[in-house]
């Protein structure tokens, strides 16, 4: 099977954000058509779409009203068809997120089932006929949302929702519920997805019912199901998961180290991300050391997705409190840029102050972490956030094509845009958008596309053995992919003082190392004995190279 997930870059999002084609507002598929060869020129080779799919839009499109069809808004099943036809022209795979630990509460399963006891899809949701013990715990959006059972009169009983209260829980013990889950999968894969990102996948998986207080067992056979039925109808296709768990059960939602019973084959790194965040606020590498040399080593099949941000909050509920005060102190100062109470609402560029070195540096860290790199929309050219918008929809604004009206997004009015485009301040369209960053060759876009490109040459960092090694001060990383290809040294400096380190005696050659990519000029050659490192600056260094 080709696990073209392993050496790749995966680009995220939203179909609604990116590029309008109708003036009506609204980002959809046919802009997002012709926006493919920009993405084929920055070097992703995956496409992940926030949902798509048709729904009040209450929170973003996860609150889902037909799991077969396509928002009108953001175009039909057709123009879905074109997409993916152009993007395998391209050499672009594109992914669905898969939204099935809840569905909206608009959604038919749900209005037949508070309406009738009797309905075959009464079960299809958590009930319960008694106030829950369990009412005030496990809310996802904590200060937002305050319980996670509501009582509903018309179905004179309580439904679970762990999300928001118009988001109620789908009973996916329910063995039609089961199967339904497997004919979506089916339906997308047969239309040519590549494969899907897996929406709260722990608690897809969650054996709690009602009233269960305390920590929930999980039923991992299901990852196996949906495994299998990716496998019979699409051979390469992948499952991603979102699961921000403990290193105890991360294995789980891999399966088997040898492969004999696969479950998923890519898990979110979000203990590495929490990791990168700490050492960057305290530009020491202690944190990213530890973590890298403590992640679970994982089967054959299995693959790490690494991020610096996503379409959520900066999640730092992992931390302990001490680090996660560090990490707001630095990169959130502000109470309104916190959310949920573990985390912040906000883009990468500013919290890292707008300093190119800083960004380039960061972003040079994710690229070589063990794994596969996702990255969001408008992050290739340094977009900001819009602290006056609720919640995450900070970090949910239009894409910023041109300095033009409306950032090139849209030609409708600016009142009627689905979310304003960032007009104002340093990280506004007119100052931050392609078409400058196009015409500059020293731009962070760019340097993007250059680092991208450089990245699928080393296919060592997403398919080999990564080693940390304890060379420099505190404030460097130095680590090591060694893979079938040959051996790659990486060398990161968090802190702006330069430094100077010698190469191991162990990553010695015969042939001398060679220059790979880098924050500035080094000169020609590399001397082991002298390996120079800016401050903020980086290193990446060919060791050998084996036919």
């Known amino acids: 099977m080709d696990r073209w997930y392993r050496n790749s870059v995966i680009y995220a999002l939203d179909v609604r954000l990116f590029q309008d084609s109708n003036g009506d507002g609204y980002g959809d598929i046919p802009g997002l058509t012709s926006r493919l060869d920009y993405l084929t020129r920055l070097g992703v080779n995956a496409v992940w779409l926030n949902p798509i799919h048709p729904s009040p839009r209450r929170d973003g499109g996860y609150d889902i009203t037909d799991y077969y069809g396509v928002d009108p808004r953001l175009g039909t099943l057709g123009d879905l068809a074109e997409l993916l036809d152009n993007a395998d022209e391209r050499g672009l795979r594109v992914m669905l997120d898969l939204v099935l630990n809840h569905t909206s509460d608009e959604h038919p399963w749900f209005q037949q089932a508070r309406a009738d006891r009797d309905s075959p899809y009464r079960d299809w ?16 959006f904590p200060g937002v949302e305050s319980e996670t059972w509501t009582y509903d009169d018309v179905a004179e009983a309580w439904y679970r929702h762990r999300f928001y209260t118009f988001e109620p829980d789908l009973n996916t013990h329910n063995p039609a519920v089961r199967r339904e889950i497997r004919k979506i999968l ?74 004999s019973a696969s479950r998923l084959m890519m898990v979110f790194a979000f203990r590495l991300n929490q990791a990168i965040m700490l050492s960057l606020a305290r530009q020491d590498a202690s944190p990213l050391k530890a973590t890298l040399r ?27 409190p001490g680090e996660r005060e560090e990490v707001m102190a630095e990169f959130g100062p502000e109470e309104r840029m916190h959310l949920y109470h573990r985390g912040l609402r906000r883009r990468l560029a500013p919290m890292l102050d707008g300093d190119r070195r800083r960004l380039e540096m960061a972003y040079s860290l994710q690229f070589t972490m063990p794994g596969t790199p996702v990255i969001r929309y408008g992050d290739e050219i340094g977009m900001g956030e819009d602290l006056t918008l609720p919640e995450r929809t900070a970090i949910r604004t239009p894409m910023q094509w041109s300095a033009t009206a409306n950032a090139g997004f849209s030609d409708a009015p600016a009142a009627a845009l689905v979310t304003p485009v960032i007009s104002n301040g340093e990280y506004g369209a007119d100052l931050v958008n392609v078409t400058a960053q196009r015409l500059d060759p020293d731009s962070l876009l760019v340097w993007f596309e250059r680092m991208l490109h450089t990245l699928r040459e080393c296919e060592e960092i997403g398919r080999g053995a990564h080693d940390v090694l304890e060379i420099g001060p505190p404030h460097l990383l130095a680590h090591s992919a060694r893979g079938a290809g040959g051996c790659v040294l990486f060398l990161h400096n968090l802190a702006p003082d330069p430094c100077r380190v010698a190469l191991p005696a162990h990553l010695r050659r015969d042939i001398p190392p060679l220059n790979v990519a880098a924050d500035g000029d080094y000169g020609d050659k590399v001397d082991p004995d002298a390996i120079d490192v800016h401050g903020y600056g980086y290193r990446w260094i060919r060791l050998d190279r084996w036919p």
Do not use: C, K
Not at 125 to 140: A, I, K, M, N
Not at 206 to 221: L, N
Not at 295 to 318: G, I, K, M, S, Y
């Open 186 to 259: 089916e339906f997308w894969l047969r239309l040519g997805v590549a494969g899907f990102r897996v929406d709260a996948a722990p608690m897809l998986i969650e054996s709690r019912r009602d009233g269960q207080i305390g920590t929930p067992s999980r039923d991992y056979a299901f990852l196996r199901e949906l495994r299998e039925t990716l496998s019979w109808r699409r051979g390469d296709a992948v499952l991603l998961a979102e699961a921000n768990v403990g290193d105890g059960e991360l294995l789980e939602y891999f399966g088997e180290a040898d492969g």
């Open 125 to 140: 949701y958590v009930w319960s006929d008694s106030e829950p013990d369990d009412r005030w715990h496990g809310q996802v």
């Open 294 to 320: 403590e992640l679970p080593e994982l089967p054959l099949h299995a693959q790490w997705a690494t991020f610096l941000r996503n379409h959520d909050e900066v999640d730092l509920e992992r931390l302990t």
